[in-house]
């Protein structure tokens, strides 16, 4: 997709959120993957954790990152399996104001190319909340690659045309 060169570059103040159960941050590989291409591409690590797979752990996190002003989007990864305890989207979907089912579609059709019918098993999924982008991508270095890749380096490019996340941003609160 065009990057309009002409445009001057914003910079995205992006948390990042590890969910797992047997994960530290010395194993977190696709976590790290995540950092390396959001900080390559020019944008802001606002700030990084990894929670246990539980409900109200995430929620709690997620709120509070939504209620920092320092945070402009959050992107998690793992979790979005199908096993019992595989549960982000039920936590993004208690703090959500608006999903943004475009995003699981867009996701599971870029991750057919690479593992097949296997992507069906992912809940990829995104939304808003109270300004706030949150994507969540499953926990393999390969999904954050293929999310990150091809979908969100462009839309949270503020010079990707011809439209992207970052210009909507100060409309998110409207109402």
Not at 71 to 88: A, E, N, Q
């Given at each position: 997709m065009p990057i309009d060169e002409s445009l001057i570059f914003q910079p995205v103040r992006i948390a990042v959120l590890t969910v797992s159960d047997t994960r530290g941050l010395a194993e977190d590989r696709s976590g790290d993957t995540l950092v390396a291409r959001l900080e390559g591409a020019g944008h802001v690590l606002a700030a990084r954790e990894i929670v246990r797979d539980d409900v109200d752990l995430i929620v709690g996190t997620l709120h509070r990152w939504i209620d920092d002003e320092q945070?402009?989007?959050?992107?998690?990864?793992?979790?979005?399996?199908?096993?019992?305890?595989?549960?982000?989207p039920e936590a993004i979907e208690r703090v959500a104001d608006k999903m943004i089912p475009g995003f699981g579609e867009l996701f599971r059709w870029l991750s057919f190319q690479t593992i097949g019918t296997s992507t069906v098993?992912?809940?990829?999924?995104?939304c808003v909340t109270r300004?706030?982008?949150?994507f969540a991508l499953p926990g393999s270095t390969g999904?954050?690659?293929?999310?990150?890749?091809?979908?969100?380096?462009?839309?949270?490019?503020s010079r990707?045309?011809?439209?992207?996340?970052?210009?909507l941003m100060p409309r998110l609160r409207e109402r």
């Open positions: 945070i402009d989007c959050v992107i998690t990864t793992g979790g979005t399996g199908v096993t019992g305890r595989d549960v982000t098993q992912s809940r990829a999924c995104a300004g706030t982008y949150i999904a954050v690659k293929d999310g990150w890749d091809g979908i969100l380096a462009s839309q949270l490019d990707h045309r011809p439209c992207n996340f970052v210009e």
